[in-house]
T-cell receptor
């Protein structure tokens, strides 16, 4: 299966700062990438879908100005949490989906803690 | 709207005690049903894709089956290392999004 690298694995930041999370598809041309958020003991909640070279599509209730997504190439997508607040603390996971293989491959996730 | 439910929410088994996890779904045209395993603090790991009713797939102690309304993940003679959360997801024909169920937290006691 595809190898998806996500960094950092965990980050602690102060309230009001911005945090960038990177998601790289190492051996797979990822035309579409998904960003999920997961709270403890809950399932994955889709935040946004990004297609290479175009603007991301955000799910209802997700602030696009707060969660900036950039999918500039077929191998890299970034999620920037701007002006983070404690309620943004969560586990963020990216996934990739190709054009031929429709199943999702996931990164290892990023645990964000905002103090 | 596509929906996925899973039961039970949590399951405790003794090592060697076989059981099944259920995934019920409603979707507008099923493109695929997916099973994933997720360990704490990690991203989901792909297990199976099922495409049509009647299809079955196996991997080691796991076997996934599919009907028009639900899927089962059968686990035979589980071991403690099978402890994880098992997620079910569907992708409908009219969108690229995957809809995930809430998962079943499986604990296998030695």
């Amino acid at each position: 299966g595809a190898v998806v690298s996500q960094h950092p694995s965990w980050v602690i930041c102060k309230s009001g700062t911005s945090v960038k999370i990177e998601c790289r598809s190492l051996d797979f041309q990822a035309t579409t990438m998904f960003w999920y958020r997961q709270f403890p003991k809950q399932s994955l909640m889709l935040m946004a879908t990004s297609n290479e070279g175009s603007k991301a599509t955000y799910e209802q209730g997700v602030e696009k100005d707060k969660f900036l997504i950039n999918h500039a190439s077929l191998t890299l997508s970034t999620l920037t949490v701007t002006s983070a607040h404690p309620e943004d603390s969560s586990f963020y996971i990216c996934s990739v989906s190709g054009t031929v293989v429709q199943k999702l491959f996931f990164g290892s996730g990023t645990q964000l803690s905002v103090l | 709207e596509d929906q996925v439910t899973q039961s039970p929410e949590a399951l405790r088994l003794q090592e060697g005690e076989s059981s099944s996890l259920n995934c019920s779904y409603t979707v507008s045209g099923l493109r695929g049903l997916f099973w994933y395993r997720q360990d704490p603090g990690k991203g989901p790991e792909f297990l199976f894709t099922l495409y049509s009713a009647g299809e079955e797939k196996e991997k080691e102690r796991l076997k996934a089956t599919l009907t028009k309304k639900e899927s089962f993940l059968h686990i035979t003679a589980p071991k403690p290392e099978d402890s994880a959360t098992y997620l079910c997801a569907v992708q409908g024909s009219y969108g690229q999004n995957f809809v995930f169920g809430p998962g079943t937290r499986l604990s296998v006691l030695p």
